[in-house]
């Protein structure tokens, strides 16, 4: 039976998601094993990419930069991305490539437990994602043996890190929210121009934590780390693209079962490539998470189906991811 052209489209975004972010964390996590990359000088780098590709996408798209822009709002925004950002790349420094995947995967629950705290309530659904999810990381935590294989031990310092990142990533998360609602941005609108607004911010924030850390490395990097630069950021914009795209397509429901995929992709590879060796705990802890994600994305589906079949939530807007839309690529 043929594939309809939207469930053709759906693949090609699919592929693009899992083979971007997969070159993306491989380069990254050569970048990072065994010795140490300026953070904030890559994120600099990749904000350049980022900014530019999002522009030539909206110029192919025959359009042109929304007007009207609340740029306070979006320098905001910026601020704390680049904070969860630089979170996310210092803490590769004490943990292993696998462990940040992971972790990374948590941002709902901060985000649960913040509404939560601010009087929202949701489905038992919803608790019991929760639930996983903490269940897994931390079997995945507890079981790991840093003498096996390739992987370097997770420190208690490094799991600090990546729980402030996650505390960013849901800053990031309300802020965009609410350039959506002050833009009054409906479905499949505004969603390069989000790209492109808040990449283009963060290049000046970065280049304000090089001059406040006097991190200036990234100026002198040798040929081989000039490419790895060029390969990560290249590959961190195509797969943010694929992500705005599916979002302005096909939801941010549909973008968060993706990027959860490619997350399991991810971990397998780097388990691959770099020597990792799950113990049976690690493995029972990412099925464990995993499910919990799966939870996490019903829940979601049901509700918006409840509301209306055709309104989308943003819940699941990741780049994404981290919004994984943002978020996402980290």
């Excluded at 693209?241 to 429901?253: D, E, H, K, Q, W």
Aim: charged content about 10%; hydrophobic content about 50%.
């Amino acid at each position: 039976m043929a594939l309809s052209a939207d469930n053709r489209t759906m693949l090609v975004c699919a592929f693009g998601i899992i083979f971007a972010f997969g070159l993306w964390g491989y380069v990254l996590e050569s970048l990072t094993t065994g010795k140490r990359m300026s953070e904030i000088g890559t994120i600099f780098i990749n904000g350049i990419f980022f900014t530019s590709v999002s522009r030539l996408v909206i110029f192919l798209k025959g359009s042109k930069p929304a007007e009207g822009i609340p740029h306070k709002h979006f320098a905001m925004i910026a601020v704390t991305y680049v904070l969860g950002m630089l979170c996310t790349f210092r803490a590769l420094r004490y943990v292993s490539f696998p462990t940040q995947v992971l972790a990374k995967s948590c941002r709902p629950i901060p985000i649960t437990v913040m509404n939560f705290l601010r009087g929202k309530r949701y489905s038992n659904m919803v608790y019991a994602s929760v639930v996983l999810l903490c269940g897994g990381v931390s079997m995945f935590m507890l079981g790991g043996d840093a003498s096996k294989g390739g992987g370097r031990s997770d420190t208690a310092f490094g799991l600090v890190i990546l729980a402030v990142s996650l505390i960013f990533d849901g800053m990031t998360g309300a802020l965009e929210d609410k350039a959506l609602e002050i833009m009054k941005w409906s479905h499949g609108q505004g969603t390069f121009d989000l790209m492109f607004y808040i990449n283009l911010w963060s290049v000046p924030v970065a280049c304000v934590g090089m001059l406040v850390a006097q991190d200036f490395a990234i100026l002198s990097l040798d040929s081989l780390q000039m490419k790895n630069m060029f390969a990560l950021g290249m590959a961190g914009s195509i797969g943010q693209v694929f992500i705005f795209y599916t979002i302005s397509n096909f939801g941010a429901l549909v973008c968060a079962m993706l990027t959860t995929i490619r997350k399991v992709f991810t971990i397998t590879f780097s388990v691959i490539m770099f020597g990792h060796v799950l113990s049976l705990m690690q493995f029972c802890g990412v099925v464990t998470a995993f499910a919990g994600l799966g939870l996490n994305i019903k829940s979601r589906s049901q509700m918006q189906t409840t509301k209306s079949p055709h309104l989308p939530t943003t819940a699941g807007k990741m780049p994404a991811t981290a919004s994984g839309t943002m978020r996402d690529t980290k």
